[in-house]
Nanobody, 111 residues
Framework: QVQLVESGGGSVEAGGSLRLACTISGNLGSAGSISWHRQVPGKHREFVAL???????TIATRVKGRFTISRDNSKRTVYLQMNSLRSEDTGVYYCRAGAAWGQGTQVTVSS
C-alpha cells in the first residue's frame, strides 16, 4: 500500500514561484510513474506533469517552460517546481501513483 502526501502549497503573487513536494511512503508496487494534477472547484482535474521510473518526464503544454518535475535520488520524493506563476495556475494540486492519490495542496496565485 502506498501513501502520498503533498506539501509546499501556499499563496503567492503573479510572477512568483513555488515548489511542491510529494512524499511517498509504503510500497509503490507496479506503479512506475508519479504524476501531478490540478483542479479548481467546478472544473475537471487536469494533468500537469509526470515522471516515470526511468526519469523521463512529460509536461503539459500549457505549463511547459514554467514548470519542472523532478525527484530525489532515493525516489521517495517528487517535486514540482513552478515558476512565473499566473492566476490561472490557482487550484488544488494532487500527486498520483497508480490508483493512489494524495490529499492535495492548495496553490493560490494573486494578480
Amino acid at each position: 500500500q502506498v501513501q502520498l502526501v503533498e506539501s509546499g502549497g501556499g499563496s503567492v503573487e503573479a510572477g512568483g514561484s513555488l515548489r511542491l513536494a510529494c512524499t511517498i511512503s509504503g510500497n509503490l508496487g507496479s506503479a512506475g510513474s508519479i504524476s501531478w494534477h490540478r483542479q479548481v472547484p467546478g472544473k475537471h482535474r487536469e494533468f500537469v506533469a509526470l515522471i516515470n521510473s526511468g526519469g523521463d518526464t512529460t509536461i503539459a503544454t500549457r505549463v511547459k517552460g514554467r514548470f519542472t518535475i523532478s525527484r530525489d535520488n532515493s525516489k521517495r520524493t517528487v517535486y514540482l517546481q513552478m515558476n512565473s506563476l499566473r492566476s490561472e495556475d490557482t487550484g488544488v494540486y494532487y500527486c498520483r501513483a497508480g490508483a493512489a492519490w494524495g490529499q492535495g495542496t492548495q496553490v493560490t496565485v494573486s494578480s
